[in-house]
């Protein structure tokens, strides 16, 4: 039985210890929190756990297995570099680390400890992106021409980080998984509002096989919206995250182009045919994927979404900041 040590017990905090503590083959020993009131709250809702105001007495524990930081990320380097040190496998709330550079330090360090870093991009784990990732893989789409996703809603606002770090990093990570291409360039606008921070952002991602991504995050929407739109040359995808019924939607629409001679080169033709929408199992994702960095540990297997994954999507999140400071000139990652 793998023992958890969870550092954090704020929003995300008693999802984590419920999670692990559903699975067969690990348990949550120990929940650290400088909030009292929080550590007594996870005390209540898990009777015998050993509770600290102390991480240390987390990363040290020889009776803990693995420790999961669910921290502002301003703390993730620090905390999961002491994990490491000592000999604990490490899930760490997206996003992974504050800048690259850290992130390739605990990648390294992982790897020379043999131990597993995953990175909790928990959409990865949902039922709807496991069909579109299904759906593509098969070439339903055929060649992806674009990716655009919209993620806003009115709040919550971060006092450490600006929107793109606190939204972009769930829709970039699915984008990773789904397109698994690496972009070439990244390219930011956006604009603060209510703090010094940024509450809305507009983001471009360019790839070298001619796919291009649009992402729209924003603090101060009216509505609460979660849409993906992904265009191919066969079919197109909807993804809404807000509808309970038909998430996934697969539309047989698009334009074909045929080439004749004469006075002109190329004749387009709209096609409008079929809307399907695929069944999406129920379940919760995190469950799913507890359970499957328990696996990856007792099994030697690596994570799809390991440090590297986090790394990839830190990149473009420091890729963004540079270009917002640079009137949105698109960056090279």
């Known amino acids: 039985m793998l023992k958890v040590g969870v550092i954090g017990y704020g929003y995300w905090g008693p999802n984590i210890v419920r999670n692990f503590n559903s699975t067969e083959s690990a348990c949550v020993a120990a ?41 502002p990320v301003s703390t993730h380097y620090e905390l999961a570099r002491a994990a490491l040190l000592n000999g604990k ?33 928990t959409f990865l784990f949902t039922s709807a992106v496991r069909k579109m990732k299904e759906i593509i893989d098969d070439g339903v789409l055929g060649d992806l021409y674009y990716y655009d996703s919209t993620r806003v809603n009115l709040g919550l606002f971060q006092h450490d980080v600006n929107v793109i770090w606190d ?19 990244v390219s930011a606008s956006g604009r603060a509002h209510i703090n010094a921070k940024e509450d809305i952002a507009y983001i471009m991602v360019y790839f070298p096989n001619n796919i291009i991504a649009h992402f729209n995050v924003n603090w101060l929407s009216p509505v609460k919206l979660r849409t993906t739109l992904i265009g ?102």
């Open 89 to 121: 496998h490490v899930f760490v709330e997206k996003p992974f680390t504050s800048t690259a550079a850290q992130a390739e330090e605990l990648i390294g360090l992982a790897e020379r400890k043999r131990l597993k870093i995953m990175v909790d991009h």
């Open 232 to 333: 191919g040359e066969k079919k197109m995808l909807v993804w809404n995250d807000m509808d309970a019924d038909e998430k996934i939607k697969v539309y047989d629409r698009g334009v074909d182009i045929t080439t004749r001679e004469g006075l002109y080169d190329l004749l387009v033709s709209y096609r409008s045919g079929d809307m399907w929408a695929p069944k999406v199992d129920q379940g919760e994702a995190l469950r799913i994927e507890t359970e499957y960095f328990i696996d990856c540990i007792l099994n030697d297997q690596r994570p799809f979404n390991d440090g590297e994954a986090g790394l990839r999507v830190v990149r473009m999140l420091e890729a963004c900041d540079e270009s917002l400071r640079n009137n949105c000139r698109m960056v090279t990652i």
């Open 31 to 71: 929940v650290c929190d400088r909030n009292r009131g929080a550590l007594a709250r996870a005390v209540k809702n898990c009777p015998g756990v050993a509770a600290t105001t102390e991480s240390r007495d987390i990363v040290t524990s020889p009776d803990i297995d693995i420790v999961t930081v669910i921290t």
């Open 167 to 185: 939204l972009s990093p769930h829709d970039f990570s699915i984008m990773d998984y789904l397109i698994g291409e690496k972009p070439v360039g």
